[in-house]
Nanobody, 118 residues
């Protein structure tokens, strides 16, 4: 199994920045993607950004394009989400997600709260 520990959430004013981290431990091999999702109150969980191992590609939701950057430290099995120019609508619980090619499901972190005040 894989355990995910997230950190870096908090309260920030609009226009500010935060950096989230997610460290994976356990049976960490053959990872196909490491991603960040978020869920705001009363809304469905949505994909924010993904780092895809095959081809070293990244993808972003339209709402965060140009403001957020996802990156990975493969040696440390850690994924980061640099969030700049934050907006109140970015307020949500952010979850780390990992998929592997040997496991049909995926793993989730415990979530970290990001609150952006106007």
């Amino acid at each position: 199994q894989v355990q995910l520990v997230e950190s870096g959430g908090g309260l920030v004013q609009a226009g500010g920045s935060l950096r989230l981290s997610c460290a994976a431990s356990g049976v960490v091999f053959a990872i196909t993607s490491m991603s960040w999702y978020r869920q705001a109150p009363g809304k469905q969980r949505e994909l924010v950004a993904s780092s895809i191992t095959n081809g070293a590609r990244t993808t972003y939701a339209d709402s965060v394009w140009g403001r957020f950057t996802i990156s990975r430290d493969t040696a440390r099995n850690t994924v980061y989400l640099q969030m700049n120019s934050l907006k109140p609508e970015d307020t949500a619980v952010y979850y780390c997600n990992v998929k592997a090619n040997w496991y049909t499901g995926d793993w989730w972190g415990q979530g970290t709260q990001v609150t952006v005040s106007s």
